[in-house]
Structure formats: C-alpha cells, structure tokens
C-alpha cells in the first residue's frame, strides 16, 4: 500500500483556492458564451419579447407570427445578405443549415422616425436566438440588424 501526505500551509492553501475559484469562473464565461448572444434562453413567444424589450423595442406582446421553419442547407442570392447581416451580428446562421427552428414576429411600436408597419423578428434554436432583424413590409422596405436602431441605443 502507497500513501501519500502533503502539507498544506496558508500560502499554498490560499494559491489552490484562488485557482478554483479562477477556473469556476472560466467555466462560467465558457458557458454564457456558448449561450449565443441571445441573453438567455428562448422557451415562449413572451421571452422573445422579453429579449426584444431588452434592446429597447416596445413590441406588441402578442407576435404576428409564431413559425417552424427550416433553415436552408444552402444560401444564396436574397438569402446571402440576410447571412452577412447576422454575421454582424455575431450571428451564425450559416451553422444550422438544414435544421428545424422557431421564427417570432412582433410588431414594433417605437421605431424611429415612428415609420408603420415595423416588425422584428429574432429566429431561435435549442433556445438560443441564432438570427434576428428588424424590418420595414413597406412597398419599399428595408431590412437592419436587430441593435441598428434600437431606441435606447444599445449596440
């Protein structure tokens, strides 16, 4: 039988603390970062508007839309602008190609400029938002990155 002592004095006792509590504290920032951007999980159509609030949209609580889609395999043409805005982002939508995920739409009550017919919506996966716009449905609408605009001006 091998036994095996070691004795600790208040140094080494207090450099081993510190370290654990230095690693718990990574792995806490690995965990929120793999999180995605969205702040927190995604599980109703009330914490996507909680989220959109966040950023400083008053939306209409009740979405327009609550939609499974599938996201394309492939982009290109309209799709490949629609990628780089969520690559702006920090989004990557490119990633869940193929898979099956939840679109929110709400209507946007305070956008400047007070322009009508504003809808934001923020596309979800295991919880986690992996895109997200704001748009105009305009005739000649136009389509911006979900923090653009926002009214409080958080980036």
């Given at each position: 039988?091998?036994?095996?002592?070691?004795?600790?004095?208040?140094?080494?006792?207090?450099?081993?603390?510190?370290?654990?509590?230095?690693?718990?504290?990574a792995?806490?920032?690995?965990?929120?970062?793999?999180?995605?951007k969205?702040?927190g999980?995604?599980?109703?159509?009330d914490?996507?508007?909680?989220?959109?609030?966040?950023?400083?949209?008053?939306?209409?609580?009740?979405?327009?839309?609550?939609?499974?889609?599938?996201?394309?395999?492939?982009?290109?043409?309209?799709?490949?602008?629609?990628?780089?805005?969520?690559?702006?982002?920090?989004?990557?939508?490119?990633?869940?190609?193929?898979?099956?995920?939840?679109?929110y739409?709400?209507?946007?009550?305070?956008?400047?400029?007070?322009?009508?017919?504003?809808v934001?919506?923020i596309?979800?996966?295991?919880?986690?938002?992996?895109?997200?716009?704001?748009?105009?449905?305009?005739?000649?609408?136009?389509?911006e990155?979900?923090?653009?605009?926002?009214?409080?001006g958080?980036?």
């Amino acid at each position: 039988m091998f036994v095996m002592t070691a004795k600790l004095n208040k140094k080494k006792l207090t450099a081993i603390l510190l370290a654990l509590v230095i690693a718990i504290a990574a792995i806490a920032a690995a965990v929120s970062a793999i999180g995605g951007k969205g702040g927190g999980r995604i599980r109703s159509s009330d914490d996507a508007a909680a989220y959109l609030e966040s950023l400083g949209w008053q939306v209409v609580s009740q979405p327009l839309e609550v939609q499974d889609i599938v996201i394309p395999r492939q982009f290109g043409g309209v799709y490949e602008s629609y990628i780089e805005l969520q690559r702006r982002q920090g989004f990557k939508l490119e990633e869940y190609g193929g898979m099956s995920a939840t679109r929110y739409s709400f209507t946007v009550l305070n956008y400047p400029g007070g322009n009508e017919g504003m809808v934001a919506d923020i596309v979800v996966y295991g919880g986690e938002i992996i895109a997200g716009d704001v748009q105009s449905t305009a005739i000649d609408g136009f389509m911006e990155g979900l923090t653009d605009h926002a009214p409080k001006g958080q980036k």
